[in-house]
């Protein structure tokens, strides 16, 4: 997660652990914290669907325990991916 501050950490923390109801964030505070939350997301996909890779999973059952497609979990993985270890 690039650029993040710890205020914006703050407040996608309380957020998402529902210490703040939403209407106790700024504007900004509730903007940012979904484009944090979708960031960290994207890479907890991502990371995870790597390492099952590098534990000699295929696609097709990345895909299927994960709930996508194997092309969306390959995509998923990719910039995690060392060069090779993507290959069937």
């Known amino acids: 997660m690039a650029d993040t501050n710890p205020?914006?950490?703050n407040a996608l923390v309380r957020l998402m652990a529902?210490?703040?109801e939403p209407s106790a964030l700024t504007?900004?505070?509730?903007?940012?914290?979904?484009i944090e939350?979708?960031?960290?997301?994207?890479?907890?996909?991502g990371t995870a669907a790597a390492e099952l890779r590098r534990?000699?999973?295929?696609?097709?059952q990345i895909?299927?325990?994960i709930?996508?497609?194997q092309s969306?979990?390959?995509?998923?993985?990719?910039?995690?991916?060392?060069a090779g270890e993507g290959e069937p």
């Open 37 to 45: 939350a979708r960031e960290a997301k994207k890479k907890a996909e």
């Open 67 to 69: 709930g996508v497609d």
């Open 18 to 20: 529902n210490l703040d």
């Open 55 to 60: 534990r000699g999973w295929t696609w097709p």
């Open 72 to 82: 969306t979990a390959h995509g998923w993985a990719q910039p995690y991916l060392r």
């Open 7 to 9: 205020e914006v950490m």
């Open 27 to 34: 504007d900004d505070e509730l903007v940012r914290a979904v």
């Open 63 to 65: 895909g299927k325990a």
